[in-house]
């Protein structure tokens, strides 16, 4: 026997022996990455307050996961971009105009109650930066709905308040919203870009699909989900979203308008809160979409997203439950 | 055949084969001493026929078969049984064995010849792959003579050769086909006449050009042979999911490839009939691919069964620095080892060291985050996710509800997984925890 080999150690595991270079990791740090346009975009609107707010979701987000895992003395995984991720959606998902405690009370929310008491990554129910985004505004409702015309104020000065695209339509109808962009073709046009009033990392659609191709590129997340989503939300719209009558309704404003965009590419697509087999997807994304279109045509609130996404979250497990994927040699019950 | 036939899901591992697939199968020298375990198939050990101190002649039988299905072993070498006790083999657990030492000589016993092998009767077919101790080369190592002698209820009217060699490094079925396509095309022949089957297919991945070509002219003449291009996919050459490929059915769940009519075997096992049949010589050497980057002259060898790992690997250069894991098969489904005094057995398709640099460390894992990846790639349309969340908080009854049995562990699952979690361990832990 030979000598050399008589004395090395080898690992001993269990198949298979070679794995794929994908990590938990690296996808986060991917789906960070993507959101770069959009929080470009939103630095261009609103100004440095963007990178305040943002900043400040982001160093919660991450500390305060670091701190609860070495408390309660577990493996801190607080730099596998998970809870920076949590962190910078919470941000995109804020007014510019908030005030300091808005985002770490946010984040706080966000990670230690959504996602570490329910065991951390993989066992929380609900998506952690909705939930943080849903407790804010149900506890300052003045503050969450305080909205900016997009004009960067690098000089500090407040810029002038203003409602949402979404929020003129409730309160106002579709001709004034219309008259407050000049004309329909302008109104488009600032949706698609993102010269308007809304949350920081939500108005620029362009920027998000810029993201959300670079997911779909990666294969990080599938066509499954935005677009059941986007396309219940568009058919509803053009159904009943019009006030003369059925088949009346512009589904392009509310496809652009609101947390739309970054809801249905974003956060819907959560892995841990969404189905994990593909036609469940599609149901769930159906279920996104109604539920969605019922707040902004019948709801008190001018936007739904956030509350249909979160809805949704709770029958995720539902539906994996009872949503099997196609099974090799499914056995058709035989006569005997 | 211009569409690459291929089954649904699936996975795209590395493959490289590059490493030994033009390496053309040379011998190993006369090993010094041999271990044979007694048991090298499923099914029940081989009663041992020799005592401490017997001269053998190679081809002689050292272990009877002790039942039904259940297989004969015989020696390699010529020389002297030294010992006779429990030894581990490559799948961890302890055989008893029978070790050899060699007179140096190689003296065979004489074989009995068969130039008219085609017209021997099914069972006489039979009979003698049983005697010459031939079980599926593949991997699995089932007794091949039970293989071939299905129950009457399920009628066979396919014999389907495996030639996808779908696991990454391994060439030992490549090189086969390329340099003795025409024995192993007699050896399918020998299979169909056993079998009384009327068609035959070989599939093989398209990554085998050279092969593929070799194979279509050896069986130019047959009308009844096809020869099929395979899509170079991840586990193409697992049985349910060559059926699916070649002749579009689907094995049903619990069910075995005889329930559609259908009997795959191995390409190494098809040459091993032909040598049997037509030569009578039993099973005691095979091509073994020894490879990795882990070894410093990667190459393809005939291997006597019973050649420890340490020697076959000398005969390759030895290992590299940095070599870090044996395994004994291929990467997706193959054994780690522990140690290189295992022998090589009936079954036993590649050797392959890997270095730090291909072996990615799967000793810390995560949370499953049911990112789905898993659910996209298993063959079986299983929900792995789900399976291995059951299995790791200890719901072994439900996880059969989810079809744990219907997992072969293949392994895909696990490969693509970002959290990195051992999902074979899981569905291996479940499956010992219920009964089926």
């Not at chain 1, 996602?115 to 505004?137: D, E, T, V």
């Not at chain 2, 495996?162 to 299979?191: F, Q, S, W």
Request: one cysteine or more.
């Amino acid at each position: 026997m030979s000598t050399d080999v008589k004395n090395q150690q080898f690992i001993v595991s269990v198949s298979p022996h070679v794995r794929d270079e994908e990590s938990i990791a690296r996808i986060m740090w991917t789906v960070n990455f993507s959101l770069l346009p959009a929080f470009i975009m939103a630095v261009y609107y609103f100004g440095p307050k963007a990178v305040y707010v943002t900043g400040l979701c982001i160093l919660t987000a991450v500390l305060s996961e670091r701190i609860f895992q070495k408390g309660m003395n577990k493996k801190v995984t607080s730099t596998d971009g998970s809870a920076f991720l949590t962190g910078l959606l919470l941000g995109m998902n804020l007014p510019p105009n908030v005030p300091f405690y808005i985002p770490i009370v946010g984040s706080f929310v966000a990670i230690i109650i959504t996602k570490m008491l329910f065991g951390g990554l993989g066992y929380n129910i609900f998506n952690p930066a909705l939930i943080g985004r849903a407790f804010l505004l149900l506890t300052w409702p003045k503050l969450m709905t305080k909205w900016h015309e997009p004009t960067a104020q690098f000089l500090g000065l407040d810029a002038k308040t203003t409602a949402t695209p979404l929020g003129i339509l409730k309160e106002e109808g579709l001709t004034k919203l219309i008259e407050h962009f000049g004309d329909k073709a302008s109104l488009y046009k600032s949706l698609l870009f993102g010269s308007t009033a809304g949350s920081l990392g939500e108005t620029s659609a362009i920027a998000l699909l810029i993201g959300a191709a670079i997911l779909f590129y990666k294969k990080y997340i599938t066509w499954h989900i935005p677009f059941s989503f986007l396309a219940t939300v568009a058919l509803t719209a053009w159904i009943f979203g019009g006030k003369g009558g059925l088949f009346t309704g512009d589904p392009v404003i509310h496809l652009l308008s609101g947390g739309m965009m970054l809801g249905a590419f974003f956060m819907a697509t959560d892995y841990v809160t969404c189905p994990t087999i593909r036609k469940g997807q599609i149901i769930f994304g159906i279920g996104c979409g109604a539920i969605t279109m019922l707040i902004r045509l019948k709801g008190g609130f001018p936007e739904g997203v956030m509350f249909a996404i979160l809805l949704m979250n709770c029958f995720a497990p539902l539906i994996d439950r009872n949503v099997k994927p196609k099974q090799f040699g499914a056995v058709k019950e035989k006569k005997k | 055949m211009s569409n690459s036939a291929t089954f649904e899901r699936g996975i795209h591992p590395k493959y490289n084969k590059e490493l030994s697939s033009g390496k053309p199968v040379s011998a190993v020298k006369l090993p010094q001493r041999i271990v044979v375990p007694l048991s090298q198939h499923i099914g029940a050990p081989a009663k041992c026929e020799v005592k401490i101190g017997d001269e053998v002649k190679k081809g002689q039988v050292i272990g009877s078969p002790s039942g039904f299905v259940s297989s004969p072993v015989h020696s390699s070498i010529s020389g002297k049984v030294v010992a006779i006790a429990d030894f581990p083999t490559a799948i961890g657990r302890l055989v008893p064995s029978v070790v050899i030492e060699s007179d140096g000589k190689d003296e065979a016993i004489a074989f009995r010849e068969n130039p008219a092998y085609m017209n021997l009767s099914a069972d006489e077919i039979k009979a003698l792959i049983k005697e010459a101790g031939i079980v599926g080369m593949g991997g699995a190592a089932f007794p091949t003579n039970v293989k071939l002698s299905p129950p009457k209820e399920k009628p066979i009217d396919t014999v389907i050769l495996n030639g996808a060699e779908c696991e990454p490094y391994l060439t030992a079925d490549h090189r086969l086909m390329v340099e003795r396509p025409k024995e192993v095309i007699e050896g399918l022949k020998i299979i169909m006449k056993a079998l009384g089957v009327n068609e035959g297919h070989v599939g093989i991945e398209e990554n085998k050009p050279d092969a593929l070509a070799a194979m279509k002219s050896a069986a130019s003449g047959e009308s009844n042979i096809k020869i099929h291009s395979l899509e170079i996919k991840y586990p193409q050459g697992a049985e349910k999911m060559l059926i699916k490929a070649i002749k579009n059915r689907e094995v049903p769940s619990k069910g075995l490839p005889m329930d559609v009519s259908v009997v795959v075997q191995n390409i190494g096992t098809a040459l091993a009939i032909y040598e049997a049949v037509r030569y009578g010589k039993p099973l005691i050497e095979r091509v073994v691919t020894v490879t990795g980057n882990g070894i410093k002259e990667p190459r393809n060898m005939m291997v006597r069964i019973g050649t420890l790992l340490s020697d076959v690997i000398e005969q390759c250069g030895g290992l590299v620095e940095g070599a870090v894991k044996v395994i004994s098969g291929g990467p997706m489904m193959g054994f780690a080892q522990w140690s290189l005094d295992v022998p090589v057995t009936k079954g036993t398709s590649g050797i392959l060291v890997l270095t730090e640099i291909e072996y990615v460390a799967s000793d810390e894992y995560f949370p499953c985050i049911r990112c789905g990846r898993c659910v996209d790639v298993c063959p079986i349309g299983l929900n792995p996710s789900m399976l291995s969340i059951l299995a790791e908080k200890g719901f072994y009854e439900e996880a059969k509800q989810y079809n744990l049995f219907d997992c072969f562990e293949c392994g895909s699952c696990a490969y693509v997984c970002p959290a990195k979690r051992p999902m074979v361990q899981f569905m291996r832990l479940a499956k010992s925890q219920v009964k089926p």
